[in-house]
C-alpha cells in the first residue's frame, strides 16, 4: 500500500490564482481530511469527508473547496489563491467512524506571493 | 468547546537523557488522546493513542504517555532520548462529530550530542 499521497509537495501560487491540492489514499478509508499547519498552531482542519458523495467543514473552511466523488480521492481546491493560504496542508484518512486514528500523507508546502 | 495546550514550544535535550513533553487538554467527555511526531520535511506520524484502560500506554520508538484524568494531561516520556528524536511532537484530541482531530502547538525537540 501506498497509504495517503499528495501532490504536489511544493507549489508557489500568484495571489488571485487557482488551483488543486491531490490527495488519494488506497487502504480504502471512509474518512478522509484536509489540515493546514502554521507554526504554533498545530493542524487546523479545513474539510472533512465522510464517505465518497459527503462532504463537510472544519474550522477554517473559507478559501478552499472540496468534492469526494470516489472513495480513493479527496481533492482540495484554492479559488483565489491569498498570502494568508501559505502553509503546509495535510491530507488524512481513517478506516471508519470508530477508528479515530488517522493516516497522514506527506504534505504539500504551498506559497503565496 | 475543547482544547489542547502544550505548553513548551521547545525543549533541548542531551542525548541519552529523559524527555518529558507536556500536554493538557479541556473536553468535556472521556477523550481520546494521540501523540503524533513529524520529523523535518516529513508528515505526522503516530506514537501512541490512549482510549481507555490502563492509563499508561506504550508506542513505537521506546515513547510512553500517561493519562491523567485529575490533572487533565496526557504527557509523553522517553527514558533515553537519541539523536534522531529531534522532530516536533503534537498532543491530539479526537471528538467524535466530524471525526476531528484538535491539536495543540507542538513542541519542537532538539536533541544536543
Known amino acids: 500500500n501506498a497509504g495517503v499521497t499528495q501532490t504536489p509537495k511544493f507549489q508557489v501560487l500568484k495571489t488571485g490564482q487557482s488551483m488543486t491540492l491531490q490527495c488519494a489514499q488506497d487502504?480504502?478509508?471512509?474518512?478522509m481530511s484536509w489540515y493546514r499547519q502554521d507554526p504554533g498552531m498545530g493542524l487546523r482542519l479545513i474539510h472533512y469527508?465522510?464517505?465518497?458523495?459527503?462532504?463537510d467543514q472544519g474550522e477554517v473552511p473559507n478559501g478552499y473547496n472540496v468534492s469526494r466523488s470516489t472513495t480513493e480521492d479527496f481533492p482540495l481546491r484554492l479559488l483565489s489563491a491569498a498570502p494568508s493560504q501559505t502553509s503546509v496542508y495535510f491530507c488524512?484518512?481513517?478506516?471508519?467512524?470508530?477508528?479515530?486514528?488517522?493516516?497522514f500523507g506527506p504534505g504539500t508546502r504551498l506559497t503565496v506571493t | 468547546a475543547q482544547s489542547v495546550t502544550q505548553p513548551d514550544i521547545h525543549i533541548t535535550v542531551s542525548e541519552g537523557a529523559s524527555l518529558e513533553l507536556r500536554c493538557n487538554y479541556s473536553?468535556?467527555?472521556?477523550?481520546?488522546l494521540f501523540w503524533y511526531v513529524q520529523s523535518p520535511g516529513q508528515g505526522l506520524q503516530l506514537l501512541l493513542k490512549?482510549?481507555?484502560?490502563?492509563?499508561l500506554v506504550q508506542g513505537i520508538k521506546g515513547f510512553e504517555a500517561e493519562f491523567k484524568r485529575s490533572q487533565s494531561s496526557f504527557n509523553l516520556r522517553k527514558p533515553s532520548v537519541h539523536w534522531s528524536d529531534a522532530a516536533e511532537y503534537f498532543c491530539a484530541v479526537f471528538k467524535a462529530a466530524g471525526n476531528k482531530l484538535t491539536f495543540g502547538g507542538g513542541t519542537r525537540v532538539l536533541v544536543k550530542p
Open positions: 469527508s465522510v464517505g465518497a458523495g459527503i462532504t
Open positions: 473536553y468535556g467527555a472521556t477523550p481520546y
Open positions: 490512549y482510549f481507555s484502560g490502563d492509563t
Open positions: 488524512a484518512s481513517s478506516r471508519d467512524r470508530g477508528s479515530h486514528e488517522q493516516y
Open positions: 487502504m480504502n478509508h471512509e474518512y
